[in-house]
T-cell receptor, first 113, second 108 residues
Framework: KAGVTQTPRYLIKTRGQQVTLSCSPI?????VSWYQQTPGQGLQFLFE???????NKGNFPGRFSGRQFSNSRSEMNVSTLELGDSALYLC????????????FGEGSRLTVL | KNEVEQSPQNLTAQEGEFITINCSYS?????LHWLQQHPGGGIVSLFM???GKKKHGRLIATINIQEKHSSLHITASHPRDSAVYIC??????????FGTGTRLQVFP
């Protein structure tokens, strides 16, 4: 059974640009959640999608957005990139929304110059 | 004060030692997760529990809901156990709240 796949694994952008990250969940999983990890703030919850609907959103500005497709694949977008957006972005999938066991991808490491 | 506190922040052990990592939380929860993160970033879920105790191989996790406290124990530690261990709770709003992690190094 394939695991959670995140693409791209590494990317470099400049301030003001936008970026789109992709997450393919484990087959059959309908919940996808996104997290940001930085050395200063640690791991923080971004948002969760279940059956194409956003269930929850963390405390991030509107520049951070996401969506989920009918095949459960999810994308997150960050517009008008800032230096502070440099981070490891992780997604996780689970069978159930909310309290399901989480299966994480390897992450997308974003560097903003 | 963080809603999820872990201790210790750093832990060094000799191979074979018994290790305990503690997690305290101050919010109502529906579940608590123990996660393991190796250098390079990938995170593996070790346990998800809402009561009692769970065991996988050399790892044991316990939770005391009344005291809002959980422990992760590693018996007969091994250098391959070296990683960052993260406690996270699913709060009543279903958002995941993370502790700051415990960096464990096990030396041969």
């Amino acid at each position: 059974k394939a695991g959670v796949t995140q693409t791209p694994r590494y990317l470099i952008k400049t301030r003001g640009q936008q970026v789109t990250l992709s997450c393919s969940p484990i087959s059959g999983h309908r919940s996808v959640s996104w997290y940001q990890q930085t050395p200063g703030q640690g791991l923080q919850f971004l948002f969760e999608y279940f059956s194409e609907t956003q269930r929850n959103k963390g405390n991030f500005p509107g520049r951070f957005s996401g969506r989920q497709f009918s095949n459960s694949r999810s994308e997150m977008n960050v517009s008008t990139l800032e230096l502070g957006d440099s981070a490891l972005y992780l997604c996780a999938s689970s069978l159930m929304a909310g309290t399901g066991e989480l299966f994480f991808g390897e992450g997308s490491r974003l560097t903003v110059l | 004060k963080n809603e999820v506190e872990q201790s210790p922040q750093n832990l060094t052990a000799q191979e074979g030692e018994f290790i305990t990592i503690n997690c305290s939380y101050s919010v109502g929860i529906s579940a608590l997760h123990w996660l393991q993160q190796h250098p390079g970033g990938g995170i593996v879920s070790l346990f998800m529990l809402s009561s009692g105790k769970k065991k996988h191989g050399r790892l044991i996790a316990t939770i005391n809901i009344q005291e809002k406290h959980s422990s992760l124990h590693i018996t007969a530690s091994h250098p391959r156990d070296s990683a960052v261990y993260i406690c996270a709770v699913t709060g009543n709003t279903d958002k995941l709240i993370f502790g700051t992690g415990t960096r464990l190094q096990v030396f041969p």
